[in-house]
């Protein structure tokens, strides 16, 4: 596999509150600006969420938080950019 470099990488990052991640208006808007990586904190998503991406180019990795309804990470990278990451 070739991998090209990048002299810069776009990068968004959010802190999403009270669910608006699970609705997906909050990552439309963030995938219109084609970065090539988004972090996002306080996702709040529990695991009966999907986020599926691969359609629109990017991998996904996240960790919710399992004991109590806030916290979590939701990590979205450009699929040409990383192949075999895991958070």
Same mark, same amino acid.
């Given at each position: 596999? #070739? *991998?090209?470099?990048?002299?810069? *990488?776009? *990068? @968004? @990052?959010?802190?999403?509150? #009270?669910?608006?991640?699970?609705?997906?208006e909050?990552?439309?808007?963030?995938?219109?600006? #084609?970065?090539?990586?988004? %972090?996002?904190?306080?996702?709040?998503?529990?695991? @009966?969420?999907?986020?599926?991406?691969?359609e629109?180019?990017?991998?996904?990795?996240?960790?919710?938080? #399992?004991?109590?309804?806030?916290g979590?990470?939701?990590?979205?990278?450009?699929?040409?950019? %990383?192949?075999g %990451?895991?958070?």
């Amino acid at each position: 596999m #070739k *991998v090209r470099m990048r002299s810069q *990488v776009a *990068v @968004e @990052e959010i802190m999403a509150r #009270k669910g608006k991640l699970a609705n997906d208006e909050l990552l439309s808007s963030m995938l219109e600006k #084609k970065p090539d990586v988004m %972090c996002i904190v306080e996702t709040k998503l529990r695991e @009966e969420i999907h986020v599926n991406l691969k359609e629109k180019g990017y991998n996904s990795w996240r960790r919710d938080r #399992k004991d109590k309804g806030g916290g979590g990470l939701l990590i979205i990278v450009r699929d040409n950019m %990383c192949g075999g %990451c895991a958070i």
